[in-house]
């Protein structure tokens, strides 16, 4: 039998309040969430000018687009 979260419950039933805060408090994760989002800008290549821009947020769906 596997201790596999996704194989006992659907993730909003699992993941309730209690398990939400030890997820977003591991240190663990909060590393590797770092490093994921520096690897993506790494990966984007974007311009480092000077100039204020903003990255669309497909997860939310807050739709930014770069200033001019």
Same mark, same amino acid.
Do not use: W
């Given at each position: ?6 194989? @006992? ?16 408090? !591991?240190?663990?994760? =909060? #590393?590797?969430?770092?490093? @994921? ?16 821009? !903003?990255?669309?947020? =497909? #997860? ?9």
């Amino acid at each position: 039998m596997s201790n596999r979260p996704e194989l @006992l419950a659907p993730p909003d039933i699992f993941y309730d309040d209690s398990e939400a805060r030890k997820y977003t408090s !591991s240190s663990c994760i =909060i #590393d590797i969430q770092a490093r @994921l989002s520096e690897r993506a800008l790494e990966l984007l290549a974007l311009p480092v000018d000077g100039i204020p821009g !903003s990255l669309l947020d =497909i #997860d939310t769906l807050h739709f930014t687009f770069p200033s001019k």
